[in-house]
């Protein structure tokens, strides 16, 4: 090699290696469509920067919470349908009681009777309904805001529970999938050992 004319021959074979190696990362990442991991196996990935033992007790910790927020919200929902139930209960009680009350003053002989004193408790009810609501859909509304006072009344604070299960639900699924990257290429390492 002449160094007089300050070039350096590189061989050839190291210049076919290198174009080589450069074509297999290049088919590589775009078959990955850029999703190509190139941190250190066995480490957690990057939005989790707790160790594995850390991560499994957290794990542990969300799977307990969402056990606990699913029983509150069957509890919940049981209360719910047993007041709202009992609401509804109330109003078919309140016009059996005014059937009653209209027989035992005497206003209620026969089956007819029912079924005019019936017929009027339902007009005056429209025509109240008219007075306060103007129509059977702000009826609907009205009734839908009543159903919706008496869940927050029934749920509290626990309003947003469905959200929060859910919201706990996603990061406990994250943290699986964490923990089982962490524990691929460790079980790997082991299997290639043994």
Not at 73 to 89: A, D, M, N, S
Not at 121 to 129: E, G, S, T
Not at 155 to 179: M, P
């Amino acid at each position: 090699m002449n160094m007089s004319q300050g070039k350096v021959k590189v061989p050839f074979w190291l210049i076919v290696f290198i174009v080589v190696f450069l074509f297999i990362a290049l088919i590589v990442y775009i078959g990955s469509f850029g999703n190509v991991d190139l941190g250190v196996e066995g480490s957690l990935p990057k939005e989790f920067k707790e160790d594995r033992n850390k991560a499994q007790e957290r794990h542990n910790k969300l799977f307990q919470l969402i056990e606990k927020q699913i029983e509150v919200r069957t509890l919940l929902e049981r209360r719910f349908k047993v007041i709202y139930f009992g609401v509804r209960t109330l109003f078919v009680l309140l016009w059996i009681g005014l059937l009653f009350g209209g027989y035992f003053l005497g206003y209620i002989k026969d089956l007819e009777d029912i079924l005019n004193y019936s017929e009027a408790i339902l007009l005056i009810a429209f025509v109240l309904n008219f007075l306060c609501f103007g129509s059977l859909t702000n009826l609907q509304l009205t009734l839908q805001h009543i159903k919706n006072r008496l869940e927050n009344w029934v749920y509290g604070k626990h309003i947003s529970i469905q959200d929060q299960i859910n919201k706990n639900q996603l990061e406990l699924f994250q943290l699986k999938d964490s923990i089982s990257k962490v524990n691929e290429p460790l079980s790997l390492v082991k299997t290639s050992e043994g």
